[in-house]
């Protein structure tokens, strides 16, 4: 007869464990191979690599810096588990390869924007920025399809568009895609296309906001008390 931690352990095993898409996990360069990049390229699956994060502070004494690594986004075609996701990237890079396999729980753009040290947390922590444009994406990685918004989401964006529309003189649809091309991340706006997403069942309200613009610049706008709204 079964012993009852038996027992016990294969109902533990039967459970369900918990799957997703969005993993990301570190990677060691002194366990990796030479080719790693190809064969992470040979998974398949989308991926944004670091750059080589060698400039972490160490909390650790006498140490100065924390051990060389990479951050990496993995999205798999079909929800799976982090075991999964681990043995598969140690079966292509060695069992010492890899670490700290999790699901992505924040927003796949903050992620992202952690993959340098440019993200809220991290700018908080004052940790050491790493060059964006040393970011490597592989199997054609494409942030904007993996941003999901809420309906509060979709609303603070709208009423930030709307603001910078007012506040900026955009008279068209024109004039605010170079606006937030430019100034975009200063509005923590996504990129473009994620706008026109969000936009685009609101066409109505722009091009209130367009008109207004476009018949002031053609017939001047009256001063007005920017605190009460009032013109004078």
């Known amino acids: 007869m079964a012993s009852k931690n038996t027992i016990e352990q294969v109902e533990e095993n039967k459970q369900v464990k918990p799957k997703g898409r969005f993993f990301t996990f570190l990677l060691y360069p002194e ?12 998974l398949g699956a989308p991926m944004a690599i670091s750059p080589i ?24 075609a079909n929800p799976v588990t982090t075991h999964s996701v681990r043995m598969k990237i140690q079966r292509m890079l060695g069992k010492e390869s890899i670490a700290k396999v999790q699901f992505v729980k ?29 970011i490597k994406e ?5 942030l904007d399809r993996y941003i999901t918004l809420d309906v509060e989401d979709k609303d603070d964006m ?21 606006f937030v091309k430019l100034h975009g991340a200063q ?15 609101h066409t109505g309200l722009l091009r209130l906001y367009f008109d207004a613009v476009y018949q002031e610049r053609r017939y ?13």
């Open 220 to 232: 001047g706008r009256r001063d007005f008390d920017k605190e009460t709204g009032e013109i004078k």
């Open 187 to 201: 509005y923590n706006l996504p990129s473009m296309k994620i706008v026109n997403s969000v936009l685009r069942s």
């Open 53 to 76: 994060h060698d400039k972490d502070k160490s909390r650790v004494e006498g140490q100065e810096f924390k051990k060389a690594h990479y951050h990496v986004i993995y999205v798999a």
């Open 106 to 134: 924040q927003s796949m753009e903050n992620m992202y924007l952690y993959l340098t040290h440019e993200s809220k947390d991290a700018i908080a922590k004052n940790k050491q920025k790493y060059d964006k444009k040393d």
């Open 158 to 178: 709208l009423n930030d568009v709307c603001d910078m529309i007012d506040e900026h003189g955009l008279a068209n649809i024109r004039e605010l895609r170079r």
């Open 31 to 42: 366990s990796l191979p030479e080719d790693w990049e190809l064969q992470l390229e040979m």
């Open 138 to 142: 592989l199997n054609n990685f494409d």
